[in-house]
């Protein structure tokens, strides 16, 4: 098992970046499949992006593709999400998430960050 902690959530204008930090510890971290997913109120949870174990693939849900991008540092433990140009609609909990393989399902969970953007 892994624990995760996020930060670097915040309120933001539309338009504006947030970079979101995921903190991994525990087992041993680079063999891990990393994901991050976000909950809207009132909405179920939703994948948003997750990259291979080496970073050398990534994965992107339609709705963010060309402003988002996840990536990693083995070294630090660090997992990160970039957003730029947000939108109201990306107003939501952000969460982290590993699985030990592409095949395997999501699950450890880190707390979550607040994202919150302004129109």
């Known amino acids: 098992q892994v624990q995760l902690v996020e930060s670097g959530g915040g309120l933001v204008q539309a338009g504006g970046s947030l970079r979101l930090s995921c903190a991994a510890s525990g087992r041993t971290f680079s063999p891990y499949h990393m994901g991050w997913f976000r909950q809207a109120p009132g909405k179920e949870r939703e994948f948003v992006a997750r990259i291979s174990e080496s970073g050398g693939s990534t994965y992107y849900a339609d709705s963010v593709k060309g402003r988002f991008t996840i990536s990693r540092d083995n070294a630090k433990n660090m997992v990160y999400l970039q957003m730029n140009s947000l939108k109201p609609e990306d107003t939501a909990i952000y969460y982290c998430?590993?699985?030990?393989?592409?095949?395997?399902?999501?699950?450890?969970w880190g707390q979550g960050t607040q994202v919150t953007v302004s129109s």
């Open positions: 998430a590993a699985r030990q393989s592409y095949y395997s399902v999501w699950r450890d």
